[in-house]
């Protein structure tokens, strides 16, 4: 037992001493696993072994780790290693030997050096004193050096480097053979003498540094002479000039620098003709309507987003690189907490113009302006109407600009600090000065504002202007918190737009309602809209759900609800112009109509105001359908029933009145009028959207007024509605009521002749409309496809490994697979360590019992030779 | 003696509180004249304070008068049986005590007749304590009655205060509830129930009868809520809570039989119902009549003539009607000519717009659950409910669409109202008669849903969706009615609100420049911004 593990361990030194190749060529060491099939292209990493080398590997290893502990079995004291990092792998021998060394110095300094005051310890680098570097250094920086050796040299090198070892030596060893023979000198005086010469050639250089100072000097002063002879210009003064080239040198820089920053030249797009441009957004208004119509129908598909968010008004001018004018580019007029702020820079501007003429300046900016207001609006020129008041809009401003660029030009004519000047005096006028000014000049509203962190922010902001300043208020808001100028933009006009909306339901709730602001504020709120879609829907929903959860709670309460106030009635009309009411579905749109119908249904008509709210929110119904031309029963309900509260005999009726109409009772009357010939003095007027909140009538002929004017109204909506629902396949019974109405209880003769086209426009389209009734089918089902019989073809990726498996069994197969091998496997490592140790066991043993019977044997030796002297002894003496 | 000169101490103070103040503790009053019969003329004190027009003071004094007399009868101090003339009484030859009874029970009576006069006080708190009082006297003269009880067949309970209380409560002017509300507690004990229902059967009897059935609405209002806040036990275990507990023959009493009970609600309702109500009266006793009225009377199908009669005034009545009538057809087998007709006449447009509608179409749904109704009366039905559907808001719409399916569902013979692929010619006229009152002679099988077709355009997107489900074969699985009946206008909108935003929400392209603008122009053409 004993023999093989010593053979092992003989053939182990041996294989040692061989390198891999050699055991690898050795044929005796290499097992073969023989493969069964021979797959081409197949490589395999266990082909060849090499068992030999395995396992001396594994003894080894053992020995180190298996045996130590099993020697270390058992024993209580150990030896530990407390030497700095030494168990620390993650450091780097060298850092050790740095930590240990400055521990050791620190120790050996904390003892002795306790107190050793004068004695330092001096620094050296590569063997030579640091302060002596220092001083060498200053020798570096003299022009001497460069013009005795030359800039490399051997010494300089050294001096900086710490290199030129070689070069060096070579020195020393001759300063050595030098040196030899003054050996007598004591080491005092060598200094001294070493002193002595630094110092001598401290001199000598300081003295040739001087002149050649003076040299420099000299000559600068002859070219500058000559210079004087080349260049016309008068130089500055001597102590001016370093100055300067210290500043031409930076300037210099700063021209290299922005030239190798500055964006390298890019191809833009093509100038487009007006042409192309108009074409252009037709393409582009036609697929809008195409989108339109498709969100109509109600089919979900997956759209481009990017096309939708990217509408934006693009100029004749506009290059398409993304580039906004803002506030720095354009030259802007500015008050800060009410006083004049004009910048230094739009003052060397003008300086520069100042040249042209003033009018042409002002135009620029103006056409900036215009601009900027058309990128931010958005605006898209459709049709003839809008785009004269586009016109209007912009001919107002550019009256503005140009007074103020007026203004401006005739500032910059003046001397130059003038401006100055003239600001300071107005930054001392008191406000209410300002604010006369303010109202005297449009010129004068300031160009820049801070955009409001709060309603009463808003508010106050708004206050006192009028309704073209409060846009112009708003819109310049807008411009200056664009979100593209800083991050927190978009959250201040996000709120900005909620705050406006409040802004618009005060102005509407006010007495009287202040409709005109409201109206010039609605381009600002269509942009904000544009720009954050999310907002709006968010604000509007709020507005819509919170005045319906109010409506349900007083329906609960007391089983009807009064009609919408004014403000309601507006944020309805601002969401049909904000959000596209043809939607099938839309998050506020779809809420916005069925509040409509809620109040429609819902809520009794009681009064001619009440008479009137309702028609406005017809008129409102009759929008929100007017492109998608859906049925809305509850919109016809109510134009009957506005319609029977205008007949006369209320007698038996031909059709039923839905509520909150009754067919008799109380305010069923409210507009029959109260004297016929009241038709002779009428004429068609717009009625004013305040009646809506307060109507007040003083006498009864402007009552019958109202009252016809109420009834050409819902005639007109009827006539719609009627157009509208012309396709629908139950046409006549929906408006047979209309019909038996209008023509036994409204006849044309109690009309005024105005409505006498109105009347008989319906009659004829209502007895007009012949829908044919086809039965109803179902739609034909698509066929069903024969079921394909070609073969299903399924690319297999492994080989080899079973399939038909889902992937969780086949990680589960994969994970036991490995279970079992990594079981095997440590049973086998398991049963190799105990093998091991019984070996070694063994050996042991064996190394034990061999000592005893040699140290038997020797005492046996040692007494038998004992005792055969003895024999010996005993024997001689016998003899 | 320490007690007793405590007494005296004290009956000294309030003596010199009385003399003070000139004002009388009540309740010293009472302690006093308990004590000894000397104080006994101070119960004129007494009733002179119950007169008072302060509403603390009388509280005050109508507790006192509880206790004084509530101890009285517990003593027996009171003359029982019946009662001479007080000044007979004091001619007579009694005892003294016997004089003293005689005048206390004088005493009683006059207080009892003061409290009921509290009844009618402007301040609710009076009353309530008023009603309290008069409680505790019947508690304690039920449990010590005043006369002989041998021949009483209603043992001794007392009837009279009760009736008496009652007649008050329900006055002709003015409006009880709250009082009402607050002696529904006292209805929790079973003999007092049963005495109340005999009392307000007498009651509305006079007065109905004083007025020649003409309605009057706050007595019968007061009647409604008294008759409403009844709650009958529904077996006679539940018969357990007395106010009053018989010595003897407990069992035997009528006040514990839950028969004598229901006989006793029900000729109550129906001597109630006998007379014309106000409609709006008329409502509130359809709501309630099938849940609290039919399940308690012990002839349910005494109330036939009543709903039947209801049931042919029309419109939400009629409505009600319905559910009292469903309950006698369906469990105690009444026979209605012509109610289907009738239901089928109920249909029309206020039908959507009433507050009854998720009940009405509840009851529509089970009516028409029967698979054995003919097809023509089916359809009758779908092709009416769907004209109506034209006129009716989106959430009845929501309703009425899959109500129709599902009668198309259960008679699949009415499929040819939405797949009818056998006639070619297109028809000019809708041949439905909405105008007919026979559904029978409508014609609603030789037409079409038409109406349904319309609703596919409506403008809410729910209901289109819902309408069109009628393009494709209906799937056979019915749709549960029940779950869409609650739905209101602002859930439906909530849908919409508070659904998960799309990424991008759409946004009108057609830039808004004035306020009136957009849309067709409608709103511009007929108003302006301004008067000017």
Not at chain 1, 68 to 81: C, F, G, H, P, V
Not at chain 2, 33 to 47: G, Q
Not at chain 2, 57 to 83: M, P, V, Y
Not at chain 2, 201 to 216: A, C
Request: hydrophobic share 35%; charged share 30%; glycine share 4%.
């Amino acid at each position: 037992m004993g023999k093989p593990p010593k053979k092992r361990n003989l053939a182990d030194k041996v294989r040692k001493a061989k390198t891999v190749t050699e055991i690898k060529n050795n044929p005796f060491e290499v097992k073969i696993n023989r493969k069964k099939f021979d797959v081409l292209g197949r490589k395999t990493k266990h082909d060849v072994g090499l068992p030999g080398v395995s396992r001396s590997k594994a003894i080894t290893k053992r020995k180190e780790t298996l045996l130590k502990e099993y020697r270390q079995k058992n024993k209580t004291s150990k030896i530990i290693d407390r030497r700095l990092g030494e168990y620390d792998s993650k450091m780097a021998p060298e850092d050790k030997i740095l930590q240990r060394f400055a521990m050791e110095r620190q120790r050996s300094h904390d003892k002795k050096d306790m107190y050793n005051l004068n004695e330092e310890e001096e620094l050296t680098h590569y063997g030579q004193s640091l302060a002596e570097i220092e001083q060498l250094n200053d020798a570096v920086g003299s022009d001497d050096e460069t013009e005795e050796k030359g800039l490399l040299s051997a010494e300089l090198t050294a001096s900086h480097f710490g290199g030129g070892g070689l070069l060096r030596k070579k020195t020393s060893g001759e300063q050595k053979d030098e040196d030899g023979g003054q050996r007598a000198k004591s080491r005092q005086e060598l200094i001294e003498e070493l002193i002595q010469k630094s110092k001598q050639e401290k001199r000598e250089r300081q003295v040739q540094k001087e002149e050649a100072q003076e040299l420099t000097e000299k000559l600068d002063q002859e070219w500058k002479s000559i210079q004087a002879l080349m260049v016309k210009k008068t130089s500055t003064g001597d102590q001016a000039d370093k100055p300067q080239d210290k500043q031409k040198l930076e300037e210099y820089d700063m021209m290299v620098r922005e030239l190798g920053f500055e964006m390298k030249a890019q191809p833009s797009e093509k100038m487009k003709t007006p042409e192309e441009i108009a074409r252009e957004e037709r393409e582009k208004l036609q697929k809008l309507e195409a989108e339109r119509l498709r969100r109509m129908m109600g089919e979900e598909e997956v759209r481009d987003v990017a096309q939708r968010q990217s509408q934006t008004h693009m100029s004749a001018d506009d290059l398409n690189d993304g580039f906004i004018l803002d506030k720095n580019d354009q030259q802007t007029l500015s008050y800060d907490d009410g006083k004049w702020n004009i910048t230094g820079a739009s003052e060397e501007e003008e300086e520069d113009d100042g040249d042209e003429e003033p009018g042409d300046s002002g135009e620029e900016a103006q056409s900036d302006a215009e601009e900027d207001e058309e990128e931010v609006d958005a605006e898209e020129e459709e049709e003839g109407e809008e785009e004269q008041e586009d016109e209007d809009i912009s001919d107002d401003e550019e009256e503005r600009e140009d007074g103020h660029s007026d203004l401006e030009s005739e500032q910059s004519d003046a001397e130059d600090e003038a401006p100055q000047e003239e600001a300071k005096p107005k930054k001392i006028l008191s406000k209410e000065e300002l604010k006369a000014q303010q109202d005297a000049a449009k010129a004068e509203l300031p160009y820049t504002f801070a955009a409001p962190e709060s309603y009463n922010d808003l508010k106050d902001l708004l206050r006192g202007h009028t309704s073209e300043n409060q846009r112009l208020i708003v819109a310049r808001t807008q411009k200056c918190n664009h979100p593209s100028l800083a991050a927190g933009n978009k959250l201040k006009l996000q709120k900005l737009f909620g705050f406006l909306l409040d802004y618009i339901g005060d102005l509407a709730t006010k007495t009287p309602p202040d409709l005109a602001t409201a109206d010039k504020l609605i381009p600002e709120l269509y942009g904000l809209c544009q720009m954050f879609p999310d907002t709006a829907c968010k604000s509007l929903q709020r507005i819509l759900g919170d005045a319906a959860h109010g409506m349900e709670e007083v329906l609960e309460d007391k089983g009807y609800a009064p009609l919408p106030t004014l403000d309601m009635l507006i944020y309805l009309k601002l969401t049909a112009q904000f959000f596209p009411t043809s939607d099938f579905r839309h998050p506020v749109t779809t809420p916005a109509l069925l509040y409509i119908s809620q109040a429609l249904t819902k809520c009794p008509v009681r009064s001619l105001q009440d008479v009137t709210v309702g028609l406005v929110l017809g008129c409102l119904a009759v929008e929100y359908i007017s492109f998608s031309k859906r049925f809305l029963p509850e919109l016809v309900n109510f134009l009957l029933g506005i319609l029977h509260v205008a007949v006369k005999d209320k007698k038996s009726l031909g059709y039923n009145v839905v509520p909150p109409f009754r067919g008799i009772g109380k305010h069923c009357d409210l507009l029959v009028l109260s004297d016929p010939a009241a038709c002779n003095s009428w004429s068609k007027r717009a009625m004013p959207l305040s009646a809506v909140q307060h109507l007040e009538l003083s006498s009864e002929v402007d009552k019958d007024h109202h009252r016809l004017s109420c009834l050409s109204t819902c005639l007109d909506l009827v006539k719609r509605c009627s157009l509208f629902y012309k396709d629908l396949p139950s046409y006549a019974d929906i408006f047979r009521p209309f019909k038996t109405l209008l023509s036994n209880h409204l006849p044309v003769q109690m009309l005024p002749e105005v409505l006498h086209a109105l009347h008989s426009d319906i009659l004829e389209a209502i007895s007009s409309a012949t829908v044919t009734r086809a039965p109803l089918v179902f739609e034909k089902k698509k066929p069903i496809p024969l079921k394909l019989l070609t073969p299903k073809i399924v690319e297999i990726l492994d080989y080899g490994k079973k399939r038909g498996s889902t992937r969780e069994e086949k990680e589960r197969e994969r994970l036991k697979h490995k279970y079992k091998k990594e079981f095997k496997g440590a049973l086998r490592e398991i049963r190799k360590d105990s093998r091991f140790l019984a070996r070694e066991k063994l050996n042991d043993v064996m190394t034990k019992d061999s000592e005893r019977k040699r140290k038997v044997k020797e005492l046996l030796g040692s007494l038998a030779s004992q005792e055969g002297d003895w024999k010996a002894l005993k024997r001689k003496k016998r003899k | 003696m320490a007690p007793a000169k405590k007494r005296n101490v004290s009956s000294e103070i309030v003596d010199r509180k009385c003399v003070k103040n000139n004002k009388m503790d009540p309740d010293s009053v009472v302690k006093e004249i308990l004590e000894s019969k000397k104080h006994a003329n101070d119960v004129f004190d007494l009733l002179e304070m119950l007169q008072s027009h302060k509403e603390k003071q009388a509280i005050n004094a109508i507790n006192a008068c509880s206790k004084l007399f509530c101890t009285l009868l517990e003593r027996k101090d009171l003359h029982c049986g019946t009662l001479p003339d007080e000044e007979e009484a004091l001619r007579g030859e009694y005892t003294a005590q016997q004089k003293y009874e005689i005048f206390m029970c004088h005493r009683y009576n006059s207080c009892k007749e003061i409290i009921f006069e509290h009844l009618d006080h402007e301040e609710h708190s009076v009353k309530e304590s008023a009603l309290c009082c008069l409680m505790r006297f019947a508690e304690s003269e039920g449990q010590h009655p005043l006369e002989d009880l041998d021949w009483s067949e209603h043992y001794s309970f007392p009837k009279e205060l009760i009736q008496l209380l009652v007649g008050r409560l329900l006055s002709q002017t003015t409006d009880n509830a709250l009082l009402l509300s607050r002696f529904q507690e006292y209805l929790e004990m079973g003999d007092v129930r049963f005495y109340v229902m005999g009392a307000i059967r007498d009651s509305v009897t006079k007065v109905m009868m004083r007025n020649k059935g003409m309605p009057l609405p706050v007595y019968q209002n007061n009647v409604f809520s008294l008759m409403s806040n009844i709650s009958m036990p529904s077996n006679e275990s539940e018969l357990c809570t007395f106010m009053i507990t018989q010595e003897t023959k407990h069992e035997d009493w009528k006040a514990t039989k839950l028969n004598e009970h229901r006989r006793a609600f029900e000729k109550m309702w129906l001597c109630f119902l006998k007379y014309k109500l106000p409609p709006s009266m008329y409502k509130r006793v359809l709501v309630i009549m099938h849940d609290s009225i039919l399940p308690h009377m012990s002839k349910p199908t005494l109330m036939i003539d009543f709903l039947t009669a209801a049931y042919d005034v029309g419109g939400a009545i009629s409505l009600l009607a319905l559910n009292g009538l469903f309950v006698l057809i369906h469990q105690h087998n009444l026979d209605y000519p012509d109610f289907y007709k009738k239901l089928y006449n109920l249909l029309e447009p206020s039908v959507f717009h009433v507050k009854y509608r998720a009940r009405f179409f509840h009851l529509a749904n089970v009516f028409l659950s029967s698979s054995h109704l003919p097809v023509y009366l089916v359809v009758a039905f779908a092709k009416r409910l769907a004209r109506l559907a034209l006129t009716a808001p989106p959430t009845a719409l929501l309703i009425v669409l899959p109500f129709i399916y599902n009668l198309i569902r259960r008679h699949p013979s009415c499929r040819v109202l939405i797949h009818r692929p056998t006639s070619q010619d297109d028809l000019v006229e809708d041949p439905y008669k909405m105008d007919e009152e026979d559904p029978a002679k409508s014609c609603a099988l030789e037409s079409s849903l038409w109406e349904i077709k319309t609703l596919q355009e409506h403008y809410h997107p729910e209901v289109s969706k819902t309408a069109k489900l009628i393009n494709t074969p209906l799937p056979q699985q019915e749709d549960d009615i029940d779950e869409l009946l609650e739905i209101t206008a602002f859930e439906l909108m909530e849908r919409d609100l508070k659904a998960p935003s799309a990424k991008t929400i759409p946004l009108e392209f057609e830039t808004a420049t004035q306020l009136l603008k957009g849309g067709g122009d409608v709103l511009q053409e007929h108003f302006c911004l301004d008067l000017l």
